[in-house]
């Protein structure tokens, strides 16, 4: 157990079916199949500062939100949804 936790992510983010990805610069995303294979989940990230359970959570995210998918899907959307479940105070 740590005081704080400070998560911050500079990069692209994608949303799929209602739930966000973190996509990393080595990601080749010329395929919907490969964004959950090449992508960092952030229901993964927010569960793992969950269990860790800090008495303080800060995330930072400053994503680029761009479709790369635009009118080939619908299960990509534009922007970013809700970020839901987050620890106890959190920010």
Do not use: W
Request: charge should be neutral; proline fraction near 4%.
């Amino acid at each position: 157990n740590k005081e704080i936790a400070l998560f911050y992510y500079s990069g692209h983010g994608i949303q799929v079916d209602g739930k966000n990805y973190l996509i990393p610069r080595n990601a080749e995303l010329d395929r919907e199949s490969r964004i959950k294979k090449q992508t960092v989940s952030m229901d993964e990230v927010t569960q793992i500062v969950s269990e860790a359970r800090n008495s303080l959570n800060i995330f930072i995210l400053d994503a680029c939100r761009d479709n790369p998918f635009e009118g080939k899907t619908r299960n990509v959307s534009m922007g970013l949804a809700e970020v839901k479940n987050m620890p106890p105070s959190t920010y």
